[in-house]
Nanobody, 123 residues
Framework: QVQLVESGGGLVQVGGSLRLSCAAS??????????MGWYRQAPGKQRELVAR???????NYVDSVKGRFTISRDNAKNTVYLQMNSLRPEDTAVYYC???????????????WGQGTQVTVSS
């Protein structure tokens, strides 16, 4: 079972920036060959996939964050990042990461989730 530890959340004003990190306990080989996804869940809403990155660093974003968020990965550190700029109140949510095949990441069908990190954007 891969352990995931998200960090970097906090309280920020509208227009501010945060950088989230997700450290995975998988072996470097497994991590580097896996897709990674950042998800978020706001109160009363379903969890949604915000950004994903494949093993060859191909990225994809939900329309609401395009041009503002950037996902990246450092395989040497088994870590994936989410740089969030121009934050809006609607970005307020608990942010989670997860890892697996690209199809798993797209579907978000994971049994295990980390504790997440809270992002709160105040207006």
């Amino acid at each position: 079972q891969v352990q995931l530890v998200e960090s970097g959340g906090g309280l920020v004003q509208v227009g501010g920036s945060l950088r989230l990190s997700c450290a995975a306990s998988a072996s470097r080989t497994i991590f580097s060959n896996s897709a990674m996804g950042w998800y978020r869940q706001a109160p009363g809403k379903q969890r949604e996939l915000v950004a994903r990155i494949t093993s060859d660093h191909s990225t994809n974003y939900v329309d609401s964050v395009k041009g503002r968020f950037t996902i990246s990965r450092d395989n040497a550190k088994n870590t994936v990042y989410l740089q969030m700029n121009s934050l809006r109140p609607e970005d307020t949510a608990v942010y989670y990461c997860n890892t697996g095949t690209l199809l798993q990441v797209i579907r978000g069908t994971f049994y295990y989730w980390g504790q997440g990190t809270q992002v709160t954007v105040s207006s």
